[in-house]
């Protein structure tokens, strides 16, 4: 696990039952949605679920929201793991989804002008 605070967030939002635990310096979502919530720069975030794991960083390049990290699906079963961030200035969002135990994917997504991004990690049916 990277350097960070751990904080330790339960949801009723997901699908399964179980726990979301974050790792990072930046600040949780509230309880009942399984999402970190960061300004620039915020690296070092780990988010699990039973199913799914993902890590990003969070920066601002020329004034532009960048999400770089990875997600991966960690069971086999017939759910994807669902990583979606969102612009915290404009909303504005894109979303990886990868299916398929151990399979993972990079996240690089570019969110546009702003100065943070809300980050959740969950998962939908394959």
């Known amino acids: 696990m990277r350097h960070g605070k751990t904080a330790l967030a339960l949801t009723a939002a997901l699908v399964t039952a179980g726990t979301v635990t974050a790792a990072t310096g930046a600040t949780p979502a509230p309880a009942d949605e399984p999402a970190v919530m960061g300004s ?3 690296t070092g975030n780990e988010v699990s679920v039973p199913g799914g794991y993902a890590e990003w960083s ?3 390049e020329s004034g532009r929201v960048k999400v770089r990290g990875k997600i991966e699906d960690t069971r086999a ?3 994807c793991a ?5 612009n915290m200035n404009t909303g504005r969002w894109r979303s990886t989804k990868v299916c398929g135990w151990l399979n993972e994917k990079d996240i690089d997504w570019d969110l546009g002008k702003g100065k943070g991004a809300k980050v ?6 394959n």
């Open 58 to 60: 969070i920066t601002c």
């Open 82 to 86: 669902k990583a979606k961030g969102k």
């Open 77 to 79: 079963d017939n759910d």
């Open 40 to 42: 620039c720069p915020d």
């Open 120 to 125: 959740k990690l969950y998962l939908v049916d």
